[in-house]
């Protein structure tokens, strides 16, 4: 089945600490995006890639990085510049044919980081 | 900027009971309009869309219109069922400019369905 898979699913992570939350795809596309899930805050976009080689700043990018090497795969690393970095992290793609905007985003089962 | 204004929640309601979720939006150009559904502990998944205005989105029951007179997408379902407890997120995605489909959230409306 093609999907969105992201691990792990449970992250800690010790004051001062960078993590890397990892986002494979097998869905064939070409965008991948990260958002940061707080309670009753909807979704915030972080990073967003339309092609390889080449990721853009969301909305709340600051002490966040990422790299897009593959097709398939778009890892977050949640750096120690990040002050509140506990949240829950969802990574999601979509395909770049048609109408750029009509196209759904398939989203995975997400990943939720806390520090310790 | 783009925005989106859902109905605030919780919204709590007994099974068979009519459901409207209200959602409203503020954005430039013709954006296209999109309903997700979060289960507990899970990520979002698609319940429907409309890309133009007058279109009708429908899936499981559910449905909403593309009303750009009052930009709204207004999600309703006749009947509900405990299944349909779950998280809703309305959504809208830019097509234009720099934004590459984009897209801007609401906050979330926590819907409970009793037996």
């Known amino acids: 089945d093609g999907g969105i898979t992201q691990s792990p699913k449970y992250l800690f992570r010790k004051e001062g600490q960078n993590v890397t939350l990892s986002c494979e795809q097998n869905?064939?596309?070409?965008?991948m995006y990260w958002y940061r899930q707080d309670p009753g805050q909807g979704l915030r976009l972080i990073y967003y890639?339309?092609?390889?080689?080449?990721?853009q700043k969301g909305d709340i990018a600051e002490g966040y990085s990422v790299s897009r090497e593959k097709k398939e795969s778009f890892p977050l690393t949640v750096t120690s510049a990040q002050k509140n970095p506990t949240a829950f992290y969802l990574c999601a793609s979509s395909t770049q044919r048609g109408r750029i905007g009509d196209q759904p985003q398939h989203f995975g089962d997400g990943t939720r980081l806390s520090i310790l | 900027g783009d925005s989106v204004t859902q109905m605030e929640g919780p919204v709590t309601l007994s099974e068979e009971a009519f459901l409207t979720i209200n959602c409203t939006y503020t954005a430039t150009g013709y954006p296209s309009l999109f309903w997700y559904v979060q289960y507990p502990g899970e990520g979002l998944q698609l319940l429907l869309k409309a890309t133009k205005a007058d279109d009708k989105g429908s899936n499981k029951g559910f449905e909403a219109t593309y009303r750009k007179e009052t930009t709204s997408f207004h999600l309703e379902k006749g009947s509900v069922q405990v299944s349909d407890s779950a998280v809703y997120f309305c959504?809208?995605?830019?097509?234009?400019?720099?934004?590459?489909?984009?897209?801007?959230f609401g906050q979330g409306t926590i819907l409970t369905v009793h037996p």
């Open positions: 959504a809208l995605s830019s097509a234009g400019g720099t934004s590459y489909g984009k897209l801007t």
């Open positions: 869905l064939n596309h070409d965008a």
């Open positions: 890639s339309q092609i390889v080689n080449d990721f």
